[in-house]
């Protein structure tokens, strides 16, 4: 199966890929917490002809778990991301029981993406760890608008005017320069595909 994951970053504006994403050309569209609806359930309208409209699959992170379940109908699939320090499987077994088309990325994952480069202390991204999950789930993957936090970018995400809070690089959780590593690896190693 042919998946692309598109990101939030502004990237995603600066090619009118709205009608290829919204095509046949893939089995599967992925997109992640805020960059389909936002949390009231707003859909992101305006962008149509830079990133299509198209969501199959809705992969975010875990304080959207609440979510998740009011919206599992909405998707064919939700993938959960939930850091390996706050992983609880109680949690997990219990919403994958109620909810069969959410499911838990398992911990372990984090350890894969570690062991390509090191996260530690801080954690990969939902984008990252969505990556990695895909990667394993379908034969073919595609990116688009992954930025990696770029300081070039004023805003965080294409749908919304916040200032980009990695632009100093000084978080605690994520690590822009990390996960421009973990990509350019997937990417030189032939696991994802840039969208062109």
Same mark, same amino acid.
């Given at each position: 199966?042919?998946?692309?994951?598109?990101?939030?970053?502004? @990237?995603?504006?600066?090619?009118?890929?709205?009608k290829?994403?919204? @095509?046949?050309?893939?089995?599967?569209?992925?997109?992640?917490?805020?960059?389909?609806?936002?949390?009231?359930?707003?859909?992101?309208?305006?962008?149509?002809?830079?990133?299509?409209?198209r969501?199959?699959?809705?992969?975010?992170?875990?304080?959207?778990?609440?979510?998740?379940?009011?919206?599992?109908?909405?998707?064919?699939?939700?993938?959960?991301?939930?850091?390996?320090?706050?992983?609880?499987? @109680?949690?997990?077994?219990?919403?994958?029981?109620?909810?069969?088309?959410?499911q838990?990325?398992?911990?372990?994952?984090?350890?894969?993406?570690?062991?390509?480069?090191?996260?530690?202390?801080?954690?990969? @991204?939902?984008?990252?760890?969505?990556?990695?999950a895909?990667?394993?789930?379908?034969?073919?993957?595609?990116?688009?608008?992954?930025?990696?936090?770029?300081?070039?970018?004023?805003?965080?995400?294409?749908?919304?005017?916040?200032?980009?809070?990695?632009?100093?690089?000084?978080?605690?959780?994520?690590?822009?320069?990390?996960?421009?590593?973990?990509?350019?690896?997937?990417?030189?190693?032939?696991?994802?595909?840039?969208?062109?």
């Amino acid at each position: 199966m042919k998946a692309l994951l598109i990101g939030n970053g502004p @990237s995603a504006l600066e090619h009118e890929m709205g009608k290829r994403i919204d @095509s046949n050309e893939f089995d599967v569209v992925c997109r992640f917490n805020r960059g389909h609806k936002q949390d009231d359930g707003t859909l992101n309208v305006g962008f149509e002809k830079y990133t299509g409209t198209r969501c199959d699959c809705w992969i975010v992170s875990d304080l959207r778990i609440q979510l998740a379940i009011n919206r599992h109908k909405e998707y064919k699939n939700i993938f959960i991301v939930t850091p390996k320090f706050k992983w609880d499987s @109680s949690i997990s077994k219990e919403v994958e029981l109620k909810r069969p088309n959410i499911q838990f990325i398992p911990p372990e994952y984090e350890d894969d993406i570690n062991r390509i480069v090191n996260f530690l202390p801080k954690w990969p @991204s939902t984008g990252v760890v969505g990556i990695h999950a895909a990667i394993n789930l379908f034969s073919e993957v595609y990116v688009y608008g992954f930025d990696t936090y770029d300081p070039k970018y004023d805003n965080q995400h294409y749908f919304e005017n916040k200032p980009n809070k990695y632009k100093n690089n000084t978080s605690k959780d994520h690590s822009p320069d990390k996960e421009k590593q973990y990509i350019n690896y997937m990417i030189k190693n032939k696991k994802i595909k840039l969208l062109k």
